[in-house]
């Protein structure tokens, strides 16, 4: 059975960074896209970014998220990243990470930006 956990959220000050992690058990996580999502209360789940599974050279952002979120992975430890920097309030959500090919979710982690 394929497992999904993210760690690595918590509250920060605006401007502040943080990074998630993603770890994946039970499949083969070199064969998966990976990808981080987040949702916000009140609101639907979006889109932040994603990266390929093929050696993780590709990678997509939000626009929300670029040039602040960096996205990479590290198949020899089965986990996905997210760095995120310059952190706004309005970047408070639950972020979650999916694995795609077929799909698996994380139970997400909470990040707030407030001072």
């Known amino acids: 059975q394929v497992q999904l956990v993210e760690s690595g959220g918590g509250l920060v000050q605006p401007g502040g960074s943080l990074r998630l992690s993603c770890v994946i058990s039970?499949?083969?996580?070199?064969?998966?896209?990976m990808g981080w999502y987040r949702q916000a209360p009140g609101s639907g789940r979006e889109f932040v970014a994603a990266?390929?599974?093929?050696?993780?050279?590709?990678?997509y952002y939000a626009d929300s998220a670029k040039g602040r979120f960096t996205i990479s992975r590290d198949n020899a430890k089965n986990t996905a990243y997210l760095q995120m920097n310059s952190l706004k309030p309005e970047d408070t959500a639950i972020y979650y990470c999916?694995?795609?090919?077929?799909?698996?979710w994380g139970q997400g982690t909470q990040v707030t930006v407030s001072s």
């Open positions: 999916k694995a795609s090919g077929p799909d698996y």
């Open positions: 039970g499949g083969t996580f070199s064969a998966y896209d």
């Open positions: 990266i390929n599974w093929s050696g993780g050279s590709t990678t």
